[in-house]
Every structure is written in structure tokens, then in C-alpha cells.
């Protein structure tokens, strides 16, 4: 989308974005608060919205970035740093500081030590059940955020070709099968605590959870510097659509029936990458039903789906309490129907209070992630 000019919203990345949001909330209810499969298979696949959520980011923040670079004005990396600052930091400082400062908020849960959320590192050998433990995944992404541009003008400044990006996507995906494969027959196969190793050292490791986010980068790459085939990939939009949710139920089929084996726990992610990607192109092809297809409330889920995000487990927590003492269950259709309409509320509070006033900011300060124009730095090859 561009970034100076208001354009139509593209249904279809809001229906996946709120996709990810409801999975995540059942998930986490599942896991946390019910501790019911009252969801039914979304109460065991639900963690999947992540890396749907991951998928999408490594498409909108690259093709940010390829635009930006092989456009007249190009790209600036200040600008873009700013820009996604002003968008990620103001209501994670705000949930941070309620964990850290209202000890009802965290319940009775480990707090980490907070400069591992203040530099996004907290997902490194976390310890399930912590605190804010679902940070992990915006501590990713921020790392993402930080590095992918810094790479891709290193990469335009070595090779001026966008052979080398590909070189580097291949790499990254090789990188990842590889530790995992190291990881899990080391400190999974076999180990006592091996689900609690494949948690800490593999779901919320950085090395390996790029896939779906390099999925994201790869058709960003595709539709910046590969404009003859992104218009062949892109017709056919409703075959894409069956063929990413054929591809994503075997997936998750497989997930259900052996999560922590080796081959799920090597080649899962990779799987799901390709199953998200063809979901995220056919949200791009204009003739699919995913894009052309308006989901009634979608698009307000997809706004608030960050703010829902970190706020949606502790008010889970908090309201359960409560509830408890009117004699609600929290797997009854009434308790769930409480703390998903609060959970979705708080984060549209959050989102209200806390980042609109931010991204008008930004839009005033930061209108683009443009530098002044002096040329592409990599040709766009057709």
C-alpha cells in the first residue's frame, strides 16, 4: 500500500489478520484460562496464528522496503525505523508498564528482568509460563524489523541484483532446518523435559521461526522486481485460495496428530510458510474470493489486532477471577462470551487511546519511509 496516499483496504488481508487474532485469543484461552478444548481443533492449532501473522508481516514490511528501494526517491532507513517504532513501541511501553506496575496484571506468574523487554530479547531460552510470555513473538518481529532492511540495502550495495536477496531468503530457510534438526536431537529427542526444550528452544528461538516471515519477504521480492510473473501469479486468484487452504488443513493435520516429532518439528514451520503464503497471494489477486469477499467486522479486528494481541491474555486472567465469584465458568458459553468481548474491547481501547494519536504523529513526522530521490538501488528485473 502506499504510504502517502489513502487507498482502498484489501479485504482480504484484513480477513487474514483477524483469522490470526481469533486463533491466538482461542489458544491462548484454551491454554491459560479454560485449560478445555472448548474450541475444538482450533484449541490445539490455534498457536498458528502467529505464524500467520508472521507471513503477513514479512509481506507488508517488505514490500515497504522494495518499493521504497526501487522507486525515484528510494529508501530511507531512518524514516523506516521511525516510522515502525512510532507503530510498535507506544502500547507495548503501556502493557509493560501495567505487568510491571500493577501486580494483579501478572497474577501470580514470573516477571522477566525488563530490560529483555525493553530490547525485544525476551524470547531467548524463555520459560514457558512467564509473564508477558506471549511478547516472544513481537520480540521476532521487532528483530525482523530492525535487521531486514539493514540486509537488504547491504545485499543492493554488494550485488546491486536482486539475485543476492534471493541467495539470502534461500540461506535463511536452509539456516532454520538445520538448527531445528540440531536442536531437537540434542535437547528434544529423548529429554525428560524434551516439550519444554522444544518450547524454549525452538518455538520462541528467532533462528527458528524466520519461515513464514521470509514466505512474507520472498512475494514482496516477487512483486517489486518480478512484475511479469507476479501478474501470472496473481491470476488465478481463487486456485491459489484452494490450493493455500488444501495445502494449510493437511498442515495442520499433520501438527495435530505429531506437533513435537522430528519431522513436524523441522519441517512444520517451512510448511506452514508455504500454506500462508499462497493465502497472503491469493488475498493480493485481485479476481479471489479472498479479496473481493468484505468479512463483516474483519477489518475492525484486523486495526485492533495488535492492541488484542497484548492485552487479550491478561484481561483473560483478570475477568476469570471475577467471573469465578458470580459462579461463571470460564468453559461455559457465557464466560467466553465475556472475555472475548472484553478482551476485544480493551484492545480497542488501546488502540484508540494510545496508537491513532500515534499514527497521526507519524504521518505528520514520518509521512513515508522515502529518502529524497537519487535513483533505485536495484533495478526491477522482468
Same mark, same amino acid.
Given at each position: 500500500?502506499?504510504?502517502?496516499?489513502?487507498?482502498?483496504?484489501?479485504?482480504?488481508?484484513?480477513?487474514?489478520?483477524?483469522?490470526?487474532?481469533?486463533?491466538?485469543?482461542?489458544?491462548?484461552?484454551?491454554?491459560?484460562?479454560?485449560?478445555?478444548?472448548?474450541?475444538?481443533?482450533?484449541?490445539?492449532?490455534?498457536?498458528?496464528?502467529?505464524?500467520?501473522?508472521?507471513?503477513?508481516?514479512?509481506? %507488508?514490511?517488505?514490500?515497504?522496503?522494495?518499493?521504497?528501494?526501487?522507486?525515484?526517491?528510494?529508501?530511507?532507513?531512518?524514516?523506516?525505523?521511525?516510522?515502525?517504532?512510532?507503530?510498535?513501541?507506544?502500547?507495548?511501553?503501556?502493557?509493560?508498564?501495567?505487568?510491571?506496575?500493577?501486580?494483579?496484571?501478572?497474577?501470580?506468574?514470573?516477571?522477566?528482568?525488563?530490560?529483555?523487554?525493553?530490547?525485544?530479547?525476551?524470547?531467548?531460552?524463555?520459560?514457558?509460563?512467564?509473564?508477558?510470555?506471549?511478547?516472544?513473538?513481537?520480540?521476532?518481529?521487532?528483530?525482523?524489523?530492525?535487521?531486514?532492511?539493514?540486509?537488504?540495502?547491504?545485499?543492493?550495495?554488494?550485488?546491486?541484483?536482486?539475485?543476492?536477496?534471493?541467495?539470502?531468503?534461500?540461506?535463511?530457510?536452509?539456516?532454520?532446518?538445520?538448527?531445528?534438526?540440531?536442536?531437537?536431537?540434542?535437547?528434544?529427542?529423548?529429554?525428560?523435559?524434551?516439550?519444554?526444550?522444544?518450547?524454549?528452544?525452538?518455538?520462541?528461538?528467532?533462528?527458528?521461526?524466520?519461515?513464514?516471515?521470509?514466505?512474507?519477504?520472498?512475494?514482496?521480492?516477487?512483486?517489486?522486481?518480478?512484475?511479469?510473473?507476479?501478474?501470472?501469479?496473481?491470476?488465478?486468484?481463487?486456485?491459489? %485460495?484452494?490450493?493455500?487452504?488444501?495445502?494449510?488443513?493437511?498442515?495442520?493435520?499433520?501438527?495435530?496428530?505429531?506437533?513435537?516429532?522430528?519431522?513436524?518439528?523441522?519441517?512444520?514451520?517451512?510448511?506452514?510458510?508455504?500454506?500462508?503464503?499462497?493465502?497472503?497471494?491469493?488475498?493480493?489477486?485481485?479476481?479471489?474470493?479472498?479479496?473481493?469477499?468484505?468479512?463483516?467486522?474483519?477489518?475492525?479486528?484486523?486495526?485492533?489486532?495488535?492492541?488484542?494481541?497484548?492485552?487479550?491474555?491478561?484481561?483473560?486472567?483478570?475477568?476469570?477471577?471475577?467471573?469465578?465469584?458470580?459462579?461463571?465458568?470460564?468453559?461455559?458459553?457465557?464466560?467466553?462470551?465475556?472475555?472475548?468481548?472484553?478482551?476485544?474491547?480493551?484492545?480497542?481501547?488501546?488502540?484508540?487511546?494510545?496508537?491513532?494519536?500515534?499514527?497521526?504523529?507519524?504521518?505528520?513526522?514520518?509521512?513515508?519511509?522515502?529518502?529524497?530521490?537519487?535513483?533505485?538501488?536495484?533495478?526491477?528485473?522482468?
Amino acid at each position: 500500500m502506499n504510504d502517502t496516499t489513502r487507498t482502498a483496504r484489501n479485504h482480504g488481508l484484513d480477513t487474514l489478520r483477524a483469522l490470526a487474532i481469533m486463533f491466538v485469543f482461542m489458544y491462548h484461552y484454551t491454554i491459560f484460562v479454560s485449560h478445555d478444548d472448548i474450541f475444538g481443533f482450533v484449541s490445539e492449532i490455534g498457536w498458528v496464528g502467529v505464524d500467520l501473522f508472521f507471513a503477513l508481516s514479512g509481506y %507488508l514490511i517488505g514490500n515497504q522496503i522494495f518499493a521504497a528501494m526501487c522507486s525515484e526517491r528510494a529508501f530511507s532507513l531512518p524514516h523506516f525505523y521511525g516510522r515502525r517504532l512510532l507503530r510498535t513501541l507506544p502500547n507495548f511501553y503501556v502493557v509493560l508498564a501495567l505487568y510491571y506496575l500493577w501486580p494483579g496484571f501478572r497474577g501470580d506468574s514470573e516477571l522477566l528482568p525488563v530490560w529483555k523487554l525493553l530490547s525485544f530479547t525476551a524470547n531467548y531460552q524463555l520459560n514457558p509460563g512467564t509473564a508477558f510470555s506471549h511478547a516472544w513473538s513481537l520480540c521476532i518481529e521487532e528483530q525482523f524489523y530492525m535487521l531486514l532492511p539493514a540486509l537488504a540495502l547491504l545485499i543492493a550495495h554488494i550485488s546491486r541484483s536482486v539475485r543476492g536477496a534471493w541467495c539470502a531468503l534461500a540461506v535463511g530457510v536452509l539456516a532454520g532446518l538445520l538448527i531445528r534438526t540440531q536442536v531437537w536431537q540434542q535437547l528434544v529427542d529423548g529429554n525428560a523435559r524434551g516439550q519444554y526444550n522444544f518450547y524454549k528452544f525452538i518455538y520462541y528461538s528467532s533462528f527458528c521461526r524466520l519461515d513464514e516471515l521470509l514466505a512474507g519477504v520472498a512475494l514482496a521480492l516477487l512483486k517489486n522486481y518480478h512484475r511479469a510473473l507476479w501478474a501470472r501469479l496473481t491470476a488465478h486468484g481463487n486456485l491459489t %485460495l484452494a490450493l493455500g487452504v488444501a495445502w494449510c488443513t493437511v498442515t495442520f493435520l499433520l501438527l495435530i496428530d505429531d506437533a513435537y516429532g522430528k519431522p513436524m518439528a523441522v519441517l512444520g514451520y517451512p510448511m506452514l510458510a508455504i500454506g500462508f503464503g499462497l493465502l497472503v497471494l491469493a488475498a493480493l489477486s485481485a479476481d479471489s474470493l479472498l479479496r473481493r469477499v468484505r468479512v463483516p467486522g474483519a477489518a475492525s479486528l484486523a486495526a485492533w489486532s495488535y492492541a488484542i494481541y497484548l492485552l487479550h491474555k491478561p484481561v483473560c486472567m483478570l475477568v476469570s477471577v471475577q467471573l469465578a465469584r458470580f459462579g461463571i465458568g470460564v468453559s461455559s458459553g457465557a464466560g467466553v462470551i465475556v472475555m472475548s468481548v472484553l478482551s476485544v474491547l480493551a484492545g480497542y481501547l488501546l488502540y484508540r487511546l494510545v496508537e491513532t494519536p500515534f499514527m497521526l504523529l507519524r504521518a505528520r513526522v514520518l509521512p513515508s519511509n522515502h529518502a529524497a530521490p537519487r535513483g533505485a538501488l536495484m533495478d526491477p528485473i522482468r
